[in-house]
Each structure stands twice: as structure tokens, then as C-alpha cells.
């Protein structure tokens, strides 16, 4: 799994998570354009949360805009996604993605659960 996502849980409406998702060794190397998370709710499609480029310039969701926060480490090796005042429609696998010039690399997805 060349990418890989730690931080889900449960936690209550209201609460906050901090997702992260770090490269393996075998593309450590590889320049990414674009690092994103999408999450995928059971019986839906896989949906984009936000993005962040090379360059630093972010993108959210509607849905998640000022709740959310994609950032990175500064190696950009690590992109972290701090989740605030959760609702229980954010209750999803969160996966990471990443984008070469050649392939788009994922992760194996990290549950968030927001119940009460």
C-alpha cells in the first residue's frame, strides 16, 4: 500500500479527529502534483473532501469548508486532514490520495464514526 492513513475513530457530534496519511518507502521519492482526501459513506460513492497542491493552494468541499483543514509536513512526505465540529453526515471511510504525472496512488481508507 504505497499510502498510508491513521487517525479514525468514533467520536461525538461536535468533536474533532486529525487524519494522516503518510507515503511508504517505495515512493518516497515521487513528486505529487496534488495530495487530496476523498471519503466514501456505506452505499455511496467516493466523494472528494479536499485537496492541496505542490504548491499549497487548498480546496474544500463545500460541505466541509471551515471545518476542515488539509495541510502538510514539510517534506511533504505526510497530509494531515484536522477535523472539526463533526456531524454525523462526515461518518465515512476517509481515504488519501496522491498524484503523480504517471499514477494516482491511495490508501486503504481509516473509519470516522461520529455518533453519539
Known amino acids: 500500500v504505497p499510502l498510508v492513513e491513521s487517525g479514525g475513530g468514533l467520536v461525538q457530534p461536535g468533536g474533532s479527529l486529525r487524519l494522516s496519511c503518510t507515503r511508504a518507502?517505495?515512493?518516497?521519492?515521487?513528486?505529487?502534483?496534488?495530495m487530496a482526501w476523498y471519503r466514501q459513506a456505506p452505499g455511496g460513492q467516493r466523494d472528494l473532501v479536499a485537496t492541496?497542491?505542490?504548491?499549497?493552494?487548498?480546496n474544500y468541499a463545500d460541505s466541509v469548508k471551515g471545518r476542515f483543514t488539509i495541510s502538510t509536513d514539510n517534506d511533504k512526505n505526510t497530509v494531515f486532514l484536522q477535523m472539526n465540529s463533526l456531524k454525523p453526515e462526515d461518518a465515512a471511510v476517509y481515504y488519501c490520495?496522491?498524484?503523480?504525472?504517471?499514477?494516482?496512488?491511495w490508501g486503504q481508507g481509516t473509519q470516522v464514526t461520529v455518533s453519539s
Open positions: 490520495s496522491a498524484r503523480s504525472t504517471l499514477n494516482t496512488y
Open positions: 518507502g517505495s515512493i518516497h521519492n515521487i513528486e505529487f502534483s496534488v
Open positions: 492541496i497542491s505542490s504548491g499549497g493552494t487548498t
